[in-house]
C-alpha cells in the first residue's frame, strides 16, 4: 500500500533517488489545486477540505489557506483517519490510529474534497471514503493528490492532481514537507536505492 | 502482546498507544454512527463467573462498535451451574472458533491458565483479587483527560486494598506512566508486605488519609467489598467513614484542582458522601464512559492486527 511505503519521513539522512519536484514546484502545484477547486465549486460555498494523515492533513492545511487568499473566505477544514477501514489490517501488526477531526459544520450535504499526498493503488481513498461515508452524506465528494503515481488497482480517480509522476511498481515516491519535514521536496527512488 | 492479562504486560509505549487510540475512539462515541468495521468478522465472547454490570455492557458496546460478534456467556443459567469446570468450559466456547475470550473469574490467574488451553486471545476482565487491567487503563485515561500527562501527579488511592484487584492494575499501570501513588488505608484493609512491596515499586503508603489528601491530584476512592469480608476489618462502618471516607470536610481539604475517582459501584455514604460523588470534580461518570472508548482501545490493540504481530 502506498501510505507506509511512500511516505515514512526520514528526518536525518535524505531518502535515496532523486527530486522530481522541488519546493516551489510543490507550491505552485498548490496554488494550481486551489484554483481549479475554486473553479470547479464556482466558488467556496459549501467547501470541507478534509486531509488524509498524516502528510494529507498538511497539505489540506495549506490549501485552504490559499483558498483564504483566492476567496477571502476560511473554508472547514479537518481531518480523516482511515486507518480502521483499511483492508489490510489483518496482515500487518496494529497500526496506530491517527486524528479525525471534523469541522463544526459537519459533512452533510457540503462539498468534500479529500486531500492526500500520493495516489497509488486507490485502497486508502476507498477507506477514506467508507470512513466518509459514517459521518454523514456529503453532496459530493472530491479527490486532490499532490502526486498520481499510477497503478490503481480500484476504479478511483483523482480530480485534483498537483503532478502525474509515471513510476514503476518497485520505485518508491516519498513526499516530504516543510511541515512536519523540515524539507520540502518530492522523491522517487529505484529499489536498491540507485541514484539515477 | 498476546493477551491483556496484567498491567504489567504493558510498557510505557503501549499503555500510551492504548491511550491515545481510546481518545479517537472516544470521539466515535459521540457520532450519530457509532460503528466501525475493524472487527468484522470476529467473535468476542465474555465470559463472566461473577456478576458485573459496567464491565460486561462496556465489553459488549465497545465489541459492537467495532463490528465484532459478543456473545455473554455467565454463570448463571450456564452448564457452570451444572458443575462444568473452567477448562471445559473454555474450551467448549473456543471450540466453537472465537477470537477473544473476555474473562471475569473469582479465582486470582484464571485467565492466565485459560491462555493454556485456548488459542484466542483472552482479556482479563477481572480475576479475584489480583488485577483489573482494563480498569486501570480506563482510569488513567480519565485521569489523564482531566489532569494531562500523568508523570510526576500525586495519586492516592485510598480504601479496601486487601480485596481490591483494581489497586495492582492501577498501581503498577500509574507507575508505568510515572505517576506518584500512595496508598491509604486501615491496617487491616492494607495487604501484608506492604513495606516490601512499597520498598520493590516505588510507591508509598499510609494510614493516614487526612495527611495525604491536601497534596494529592487525584483521589481515587475503592469500593469497600463487603461481599468479600468475613471478619471484623473495622468495628463499624461509622468508623470506616470517620477514618477513611471522603466526607463533606475532606472534600475541602482536597486541592481545588484534585479529581475524584471511583470504580463503582459506589457505597454511598461509606467511602464516599453524596456530595462528593456527585461534585463537579467527581469523575465517576466519566470513568463509565471511558470504559467503552477504553475497551475498544484494547480490542482494536489486540485483535486488529495480524494474528501473530
Known amino acids: 500500500m502506498e501510505r507506509p511505503d511512500s511516505t515514512v519521513p526520514r528526518p536525518e539522512a535524505d531518502p535515496p533517488g532523486r527530486i522530481v519536484l522541488t519546493a516551489s514546484d510543490i507550491s505552485r502545484a498548490l496554488r494550481r489545486i486551489a484554483h481549479e477547486i475554486v473553479e470547479h465549486n464556482k466558488g467556496v460555498q459549501d467547501l470541507v477540505v478534509l486531509g488524509i494523515p498524516t502528510r494529507g492533513e498538511a497539505l489540506a492545511t495549506r490549501i485552504v489557506a490559499l483558498l483564504r487568499e483566492i476567496e477571502g473566505v476560511d473554508v472547514p477544514v479537518g481531518s480523516l483517519d482511515t486507518t480502521m477501514y483499511r483492508d489490510d489490517l489483518r496482515s500487518q501488526p496494529t497500526r496506530a490510529v491517527g486524528a479525525t477531526t471534523i469541522p463544526d459544520s459537519g459533512v452533510d450535504g457540503k462539498v468534500v474534497v479529500l486531500v492526500d499526498d500520493v495516489l497509488y493503488s486507490g485502497r486508502t481513498v476507498r477507506a477514506a471514503l467508507d470512513a466518509l461515508g459514517d459521518l454523514g452524506r456529503p453532496q459530493a465528494v472530491r479527490l486532490a493528490v499532490l502526486v498520481d503515481r499510477g497503478h490503481r488497482e480500484l476504479p478511483i480517480r483523482a480530480d485534483h492532481v498537483g503532478k502525474n509522476l509515471p513510476t514503476a511498481r518497485s520505485e518508491r515516491v516519498s513526499v516530504r514537507l516543510t511541515d512536519p519535514d523540515g524539507v520540502e521536496e518530492v522523491r522517487i527512488a529505484t529499489p536498491h536505492g540507485e541514484l539515477s | ?309
Open chain 2, 1 to 309: 502482546m498476546k493477551h491483556l492479562l496484567s498491567a504489567a504486560d504493558l510498557s510505557r509505549d503501549d499503555a500510551r498507544q492504548i491511550l491515545d487510540t481510546a481518545a479517537q475512539m472516544h470521539d466515535v462515541q459521540q457520532r450519530e454512527v457509532k460503528k466501525l468495521p475493524v472487527l468484522r468478522g470476529r467473535t468476542v465472547v465474555n465470559l463472566f463467573f461473577e456478576d458485573s454490570t459496567r464491565t460486561r455492557s462496556s465489553f459488549e458496546i465497545a465489541g459492537k462498535w467495532l463490528s465484532a460478534d459478543v456473545i455473554n456467556v455467565s454463570a448463571k443459567g450456564s452448564s457452570v451451574s451444572k458443575g462444568e469446570s473452567l477448562r471445559d468450559t473454555a474450551m467448549t466456547v473456543a471450540a466453537m472458533g472465537v477470537d477473544a475470550l473476555v474473562i471475569r473469574h473469582h479465582a486470582s490467574g484464571a485467565p492466565l491458565q485459560v491462555t493454556d488451553w485456548v488459542d484466542a486471545v483472552v482479556i482479563n476482565a477481572g480475576d479475584g483479587t489480583h488485577e483489573h487491567p482494563t480498569q486501570a487503563l480506563l482510569d488513567a485515561y480519565t485521569m489523564q483527560a482531566r489532569l494531562g500527562d500523568l508523570a510526576g501527579k500525586r495519586i492516592g488511592i485510598i480504601g479496601d486494598l486487601t480485596h481490591s484487584r483494581v489497586v495492582r492494575s492501577n498501581l503498577i499501570l500509574l507507575r508505568t506512566l510515572g505517576a506518584d501513588v500512595t496508598l491509604v488505608a486501615p491496617p487491616t484493609l492494607m495487604p501484608s508486605g506492604i513495606a516490601n512491596w512499597a520498598a520493590a515499586e516505588g510507591f508509598s503508603y499510609s494510614y493516614d488519609f487526612d495527611e495525604v489528601l491536601p497534596k494529592l491530584d487525584a483521589a481515587m476512592m475503592l469500593r469497600v467489598q463487603k461481599e468479600r469480608m468475613s471478619g471484623g476489618f473495622f468495628p463499624t462502618p461509622r468508623e470506616y467513614t470517620v477514618g477513611y471516607g471522603l466526607t463533606r470536610d475532606r472534600l475541602r481539604a482536597l486541592p481545588e484542582h484534585a479529581v475524584i475517582c471511583h470504580p463503582g459501584p459506589v457505597n454511598r455514604g461509606l467511602e464516599i458522601t453524596a456530595d462528593a460523588a456527585d461534585e463537579a470534580r467527581s469523575l465517576i461518570l466519566d470513568q463509565v464512559s471511558a470504559g467503552v472508548a477504553v475497551r475498544m482501545s484494547v480490542l482494536y490493540h489486540l485483535l486488529g492486527g495480524a494474528e501473530n504481530a
